[in-house]
Structures are given as C-alpha cells and as structure tokens.
T-cell receptor
C-alpha cells in the first residue's frame, strides 16, 4: 500500500520568508501528484498538479517539484503571507487509480 | 466558474440510521471520487466512478454504497450508522480518471 508522509508536520514562519514543504511516497508507480491547501473545517483547494512525466509546476508564488524515482515532492512558497496559513496536503494518484493523501503540514505565517 | 456541489452541508443522524450524501460534479466532469476525513486525519479514499461505472474501491465499509447517475451526479448511501462514521465527507470530480481533482466543500456528518 502506498504511504505518503509530509515533513514537517507543523511550521511557523514570519511573513515574507520563503519556505519548503516536503512530501515523500513509498511507491513510485504514480500517475500524478497533487498539492492542496485546506483551511480549518473547510474543503480542499487544488494548488498544483504534477503529472508523473513532469519535473515541476509553477503557479504564482508556488512551485512544486517531483522526483518520482526517489519518491519525493517539494512545494516551495515564496514570500509567504499570513493568508497562506493553512494545512497543506500532498496526494498521489497511483497507477491502480487510488488516491492517497499525505499527513499534512500545518503552516502558520506570522504577520 | 462552477465548482463541485455537495448536499447537505451538515447532517446529524442517530446510530443505526441511514444517510444519503449527494455530489454534483463540475460540468463535463465524468469522474467522481468520495473521501472520508475523520477529525485530525487526512482524507481517506472510499470509492470512485467513471462514466457511471464503479472505477475503484478504497476503504469503504460494506455498510456504505454509492452510485453515479446518468447526469453524472453521485450519491453515497450509508446505513447502520455508527459513532465512528462521524466525519467530513468530500466528493471530488475530474475530467477523466487520472486528471486534476477538484473538491467540493464537504458534508459534515455527525452521528449521535
């Protein structure tokens, strides 16, 4: 079974800092990897999708990379803002068409 | 832009009752996924449908069933509810399996 782990579990940074969230998965047989943010008690907002053949995707201040062979993805957030405070989840879609979520990183950006 | 719609947003049931959750995917999305997120946990995949046929099955209990209808909306039927079924239930849709999933706001089910 695919296991997805995110490090760190929680992160607190001052506003304006650049930061990196890490995601690792045990089985490299994936179709894609998707990053989400979740606000407390709310739904999931898709941030970036990286197909298994891609190395990275960018959207605004966000950049996600994928190294499928080593089972790792990183989400880079530039110039963090208080509005970025949320839980960030990565999820992989396996070639068996099952979607596995990571354990999440709770981010707090301090004004 | 249209998003995934879930109803109801909140539902309170008693043990051993039944519940039906509904999901309306984004227009032209033919694939629907259901997830369960317990308190403080990450979402767990339950089941998915593609073109009205069950596509994949995750950790869905036998007490739960689901289907996708001709208009692509989906319903998750939950019977003999237990206290442990209290959770946020998310539906997501995509245009074909393996593509970007867009999530609905979730249905918060509380079983008393």
């Amino acid at each position: 079974k695919q296991e997805v782990t995110q490090i760190p579990a929680a992160l607190s940074v001052p506003e304006g800092e650049n930061l990196v969230l890490n995601c690792s998965f045990t089985d490299s047989a994936i179709y894609n990897l998707q990053w989400f943010r979740q606000d407390p008690g709310k739904g999931l907002t898709s941030l970036l999708l990286i197909q298994s053949s891609q190395r990275e995707q960018t959207s605004g201040r966000l950049n996600a990379s994928l190294d499928k062979s080593s089972g790792r993805s990183t989400l880079y957030i530039a110039a963090s803002q208080p509005g970025d405070s949320a839980t960030y989840l990565c999820a992989v879609l396996t070639t068996g068409n099952q979607f596995y979520f990571g354990t999440g990183t709770s981010l707090t950006v301090i004004p | 832009a249209a998003g995934v719609i879930q109803s109801p947003r909140h539902l309170i049931k008693e043990k051993r009752e039944t519940a039906t959750l509904k999901c309306y995917p984004i227009p032209r999305h033919d694939t629907v996924y259901w997830y369960q997120q317990g308190p403080g946990q990450d979402p767990q995949f339950l089941i998915s449908f593609y073109e009205k046929m069950q596509s994949d099955k995750g950790s869905i209990p036998d007490r739960f069933s689901a289907q996708q209808f001709s208009d692509y909306h989906s319903e998750l039927n939950m019977s003999s509810l237990e206290l442990g079924d209290s959770a946020l239930y998310f539906c997501a849709s995509s245009r074909g399996p393996g593509n970007e999933q867009f999530f609905g706001p979730g249905t918060r089910l509380t079983v008393l």
